[in-house]
């Protein structure tokens, strides 16, 4: 089984306004990107050759210029590109997605792509068809803004037809092309008197594919549908007429892929209420709910096997949240494509997906930008830094176990942190957890100390806070007498952080006693060999801690002083303006100096709010603090 990777690379259409993902990621301005990419190990990269970038005006000569660097860059590299044409578009302007001109119009620009590139084997037109035509037909989010049935059938038919029609004009090309065709694949769950609605909904997640594996007749579930809604007898003959099987399916699997519709409004909040006409109900996510389990990867993509018995892939593998849990969300899918291949399901790949990130899905690509999630990579600072998921994937890239302390803590998503709804209702014996590492925290403030325990709870962190006045370490015997028969995931310094109420170059004079004391423990992590995180809380006693231990990871920031200080590196001389934090931006201040700590990085860093101009794509759209390394 292969590790593929991906890139979030919509071009998406909301009114007029084209949004562009790899536009915000810097991914054009930037060679190095493929060579990143690659050096994970990966066999074939989900690669964007978007119709809306190149050929936005009808007939014009498109320019293959920066593609062709790139795709042979890849070649060189020995990665296989799997390229795709549209990524939850709707076309150029001068096409419309619910007419045959979306269909004609990808398949002649589909012909220009293979004859420009001939020696291309594996090809997705349209990513996640199904998807986009919720999304574009039938909620109204993403361009023509359809919202019913009608329409939400008329796009998924042209975009199935424009599946076919490409792969048709690419094989006289290639005869040898392969489809690779993606969609998003969860399960609707519900109350009794919605078990109907669940039903429809679970017939209808698979019509995409079934119409391109010719499954859909006057015998299918969905036929009485299809021809309700504007479908015509011959619409459908065409795909029967026309078998365009996948090569390989690819499924993009979420922990939000999987819903639950629940008729007792009162329980929920009102923007999760809808209803299709017969009944009002709330859609959340199982995953939410504590009355309801999600079959989850295994099951999904048992039933997609056990369904079309044709090569399949995860060609999806995302979570937008802290890094660990991240790091289990990828292990978790990934043990579970394992396990399925060894039962005989022909399983080809498992793809991580967002290598670079992705903006905005958090308000599903609806404005310019939005928050930005890290990947693989974190690009927020318009330099693709390597996140702990990298040695993830170098590891599975070499097929093996997946190895990091905190993988033996559970997700969120398999404790009861997961439950929003129904919170009285028993879930049942939860397993015992293995005991892991502990991060032991040196923290002398209430505030601190709480807000340390709140997050290494929220995310599964083992952990241990120990005062200043409870620490005499001096020796490796020390630290270990501390926490017997526990190994040291790292240590946190944070002690008078907050009670300094200071930034480093506030101007205020060091305590001699805080220098003699950080210097100390920072001489003991590396002594022992342990990773350590400090926060600076003024220059000489950063100055002190570096000597004693290069490798420590030393955070600056100011929480409460808005003055200007010269930030002076190695090479240059810099002026930071601080702002004055919230409580708030404390938690997610502390998030990112936990994630941080995660992916290993070592030196002085300096943690920001967004709202100041670091990076013109990224300025005012996140609450959330950003990582600079000085």
């Known amino acids: ?40 190990g990966i066999k074939k990269l989900r690669y964007p050759v978007l119709w809306e970038r190149h050929q936005p005006e009808k007939d014009q000569t498109i320019d293959w210029t920066l593609t062709s660097e790139r795709l042979t860059r890849l070649r060189d590299l020995k990665v ?55 999304f574009c037909g039938l909620y109204g989010i993403w361009y023509p803004h359809g919202l019913n049935a009608r329409t939400f059938l008329r796009i998924l038919m042209n975009e199935c037809k424009a599946t076919v029609l490409s792969m048709q004009a690419i094989r006289k090309v290639n005869p040898d092309a392969r489809l690779v065709q993606t969609e998003d694949m969860g399960r609707t ?163 991580p997906w967002a290598l670079l990130g992705s903006f905005g899905w958090n308000c599903l690509l609806r404005q310019e930008c939005g928050d930005y999630e890290a990947g693989v990579f974190d690009v927020s600072s318009g330099v693709p830094r390597a996140t702990a998921l990298s040695t993830l994937i170098l590891q599975a890239s070499s097929g093996l176990r997946l190895k990091h302390p905190l993988l033996k803590q559970k997700g969120w998503w398999e404790r009861e942190a997961r439950i929003l709804y129904h919170k009285t209702i028993p879930l049942g ?51 270990a007498a501390l926490l017997p028969g526990r190994e040291i995931l790292g240590i946190v310094d944070a002690g008078e952080f907050l009670l300094s109420n200071q930034g480093a170059g506030s101007g205020k004079e060091a305590d001699l006693n805080v220098i003699r004391k950080s210097s100390n423990l920072a001489a003991l992590a590396k ?61 997610e201040l502390l998030n990112c100096a936990l994630d941080l700590m995660q992916d290993d990085e070592r030196g002085v860093w300096h943690l920001i709010n967004p709202k100041q101009n670091y990076h013109p794509a990224l300025t005012g759209t996140s609450d959330s603090i950003r990582a600079h390394r000085l």
């Open 189 to 351: 769950h519900s109350t009794p008197k919605l078990r109907y609605q669940a039903d429809f909904e679970n017939q209808r997640r698979w019509l995409s594919l079934d119409l391109l594996c010719g499954k859909v007749d006057e015998t299918h579930p969905l036929y009485p549908y299809l021809l309700k809604n504007g479908i015509t007898p011959e619409d459908i003959s065409f795909f029967q007429e026309n078998l365009c099987p996948p090569d390989v399916i690819g499924i993009n699997h979420y922990l939000t892929s999987e819903r639950y519709l629940d008729d007792r409004l009162h329980i929920y909040p009102e923007h999760t209420h809808g209803g299709n006409g017969r009944h009002q109900y709330a859609d959340v996510e199982v995953i939410r709910v504590g009355c309801a389990r999600p079959y989850g990867p295994y099951r999904i993509l048992k039933e997609v096997w056990n369904r079309y018995k044709i090569p399949t892939a995860i060609t999806e593998v995302h979570l937008h949240c802290t890094r660990e849990e991240q790091m289990r969300w990828f292990n978790t899918v990934l043990k579970d494509a394992r396990r399925l291949k060894k039962e005989g399901a022909d399983i080809v790949a498992v793809t």
């Open 527 to 587: 002594s022992c060999n342990v990773k350590m995180m400090t926060f600076s809380k003024d220059p000489l006693t950063e100055h002190h801690v570096m000597l004693q231990n290069p490798k420590i990871l030393m955070i600056r920031t100011s929480l409460f002083s808005h003055e200007e200080y010269e930030a002076t590196s190695n090479t240059s001389s810099r002026r930071v303006k601080w702002l004055t934090f919230t409580s708030t931006d404390i938690r």
């Open 429 to 479: 014996a939860a397993g015992k957890e293995t005991p892991g590492p502990i991060l032991l925290i040196i923290a002398d403030s209430g505030a601190m100390a709480g807000t340390f325990s709140r997050l290494c709870e929220l995310r599964n962190i083992p952990y241990q806070i120990v005062s200043r006045e409870q620490l005499q370490l001096t020796s490796k015997s020390d630290l």
């Open 1 to 40: 089984m292969e590790i593929w990777g991906g890139i979030e690379c919509t071009i998406n259409r909301v009114g007029d306004k084209y949004m562009d993902q790899l536009e915000y990621a810097g991914h054009y301005d930037r060679e190095g990107d493929l060579d990143l990419l690659a050096g994970l």
């Open 80 to 134: 296989e590109p799997i390229v795709g044409l549209v990524h939850h578009g709707s076309g150029p302007s001068y096409v419309n997605i619910s007419d045959e001109s979306f269909a004609t119009g990808l398949a002649e620009y589909a012909g220009h792509v293979a004859t420009a590139f001939p020696w291309i084997q594996y090809y997705t037109p349209v990513n996640e068809p199904l998807t986009t035509a919720r």
